[in-house]
Every structure is written in structure tokens, then in C-alpha cells.
């Protein structure tokens, strides 16, 4: 693993790298409240294959890269990083992975920039259209998935009250977060985290949410594959496969059976193959 720093517009990011210098550029791009370190395990077996992973700490996480303001964390913001990265190793084009947070940024830079990106393979969070979609629905898909992303309307609290629940009594309801991980999977991330600055930067992400920008996401026209797993708490089944709707391109729907949401750290190698296929169908 290579692990260094990179300047993108007027802050400083980290990154780690795995695989051969010339093999094709795999941008990995992490969640919340999670850091690289849930893909250590994904990039050791993509680079095993012939891929040069890139796992970016993206904006917030790094400590050279937080601005105070929240208005500095919206998606657009996001995606320029992710561009950005791109400028900075001097790559004309990469494939694109992300996991849960990572995943909007993705499918936001996907979007954006087709031209950027040579393929997208979005895990847990689908295309946020149809989440949306889904979301509004009065009926009892519609209920359901409400139910399970009530938890956004914590982490969008301002005054840092989200954070006074999250870091209560050590931290308990930030660890709560990761079940059902083992503790040496929750560590790098509780470690960081547990860091009111990084946490607030992190969940600045969540308050600088534009609804209206996301269901008015336009669809993908890169080749995409999506990975959803049977016992994600955050995302039913219903706006899962619904994504197929708002992909043009070559798509792909992954089903992990008895996978939580944390599907790197808890299915790296169906994630990797995941992965792998995505990336040949262009590259062979």
C-alpha cells in the first residue's frame, strides 16, 4: 500500500494506493461514518487482479481538507474533489466505486462528467431519483423506506446536537452505527469519528443535502453496475430495483444475500468480483 497526500484546488487530501502503476485507475470512494480503511480488504484483491486502486479521504475526513462552512460540503463540491484527484495524478479517465456516501458522490460525478469516468459501480445508495421516488410514495413501500431514513433528520441537526447524540456516553450511538461489524472492523472508523471535528465535518455532508438537485439527477449513460444487500437497514428492496429505470448505459444489479450495509467490510470478495467484471467489460 502507498500512502500519501495530494493538493486538490486549496486543500490537501489524503489517499492510499494498491496495485501496478499502469494497471486501470479504480477510484474508491468511502461512506459515512466510515474512512478508507473499509476498503483495504475490496483493494487488496482488485490490485491482485491488475488494478490500481486509489481510496481518497475524501472532504471532512482529511484533516488538510475541512472547511468550516457547511454550504462547502454540497455534492457539487464533492464531485469537483473527485475530478480533482483525477487532475492531480494526471489521469484522463478512471472507473468509479462508491459505498453508501461515496455512492451519491459517484453517481452525482457520473452524471457530471461521463467524459471523466469509464465505468461506475454504485454500492448500497442507488440512484437517488428513484429514491426519491420512492420516498414520496404514500403508499406502504413509501412508508417503509421513510421509516428507515429517519435517521437523516438526526444527522441533518444543526448546533452540533447530532453530535451531542452521536458522542454521548463514549461514543455509544456512533459505535451502535456499525452493527453488526466486529470491533476490529469498527476501529479505524469509531477512531476517527469519534472526533467531534472530523464528525461534524463528516455530517456536514447530510446538512448540505439539495433534494431538489438529487431528483432531478438526469440518468447515467456510463456502463453501471449496482450492489445491494438483502439486510441493508437504510435501503429496501423496492428503491433497489428501481435503479435499472434511471441507467442508459450497460447495467448490472448484484442481490448479496445476508449482507448488511457494510457489504466492503462484510462481502469484499462478491464486492471485488463485483468490481472486476464492471471494469473488463470496457477494458477487454
Not at 216 to 231: C, D, H, K, R
Request: proline share 7%; glycine share 6%; net charge negative.
Amino acid at each position: 500500500m502507498r500512502a500519501y497526500h495530494v493538493t486538490i484546488g486549496a486543500y490537501e487530501f489524503a489517499a492510499t494506493e494498491e496495485g501496478p502503476q499502469t494497471g486501470p485507475p479504480v477510484v474508491l470512494l468511502h461512506g459515512f461514518p466510515q474512512t478508507p480503511a473499509s476498503w483495504q480488504a475490496t483493494s487488496r484483491l482488485l490490485a491482485a487482479e491488475g488494478m490500481r486502486t486509489i481510496a481518497l479521504e475524501q472532504r471532512g475526513y482529511s484533516p488538510g481538507a475541512r472547511p468550516a462552512q457547511v454550504e462547502e460540503y454540497h455534492v457539487d463540491r464533492l464531485v469537483q474533489d473527485v475530478v480533482g484527484l483525477l487532475d492531480a495524478l494526471h489521469l484522463p479517465s478512471a472507473h468509479l466505486v462508491g459505498h453508501d456516501w461515496g455512492a451519491i458522490v459517484a453517481w452525482h460525478a457520473a452524471v457530471a462528467h461521463p467524459d471523466r469516468f469509464r465505468t461506475l459501480t454504485a454500492v448500497s445508495v442507488p440512484h437517488l431519483r428513484g429514491f426519491y421516488e420512492v420516498l414520496a410514495d404514500p403508499g406502504p413501500e413509501g412508508e417503509a423506506q421513510r421509516q428507515r431514513s429517519a435517521y437523516v433528520q438526526l444527522f441533518r441537526m444543526e448546533g452540533e446536537k447530532a453530535e451531542d447524540v452521536l458522542l454521548a456516553n463514549s461514543a455509544r450511538a456512533l459505535h451502535d452505527l456499525f452493527s453488526p461489524l466486529p470491533e476490529s472492523a469498527i476501529l479505524p472508523h469509531y477512531a476517527a469519528l469519534g472526533q467531534r471535528a472530523t464528525l461534524t465535518a463528516a455530517l456536514n455532508w447530510y446538512r448540505a443535502i439539495d433534494v431538489k438537485q438529487s431528483v432531478a439527477l438526469a440518468n447515467v449513460t456510463i456502463p453501471t453496475t449496482f450492489v445491494w444487500s438483502t439486510e441493508d437497514i437504510a435501503i429496501g428492496r423496492p428503491v433497489a430495483e428501481r435503479c435499472a429505470q434511471f441507467v442508459q448505459g450497460p447495467y448490472r444489479f448484484v442481490e448479496l444475500n445476508g449482507i448488511s450495509h457494510w457489504i466492503p467490510d462484510q462481502a469484499p470478495e462478491e464486492l471485488a468480483r463485483a468490481v472486476a467484471d464492471r471494469v473488463r467489460s470496457v477494458e477487454s
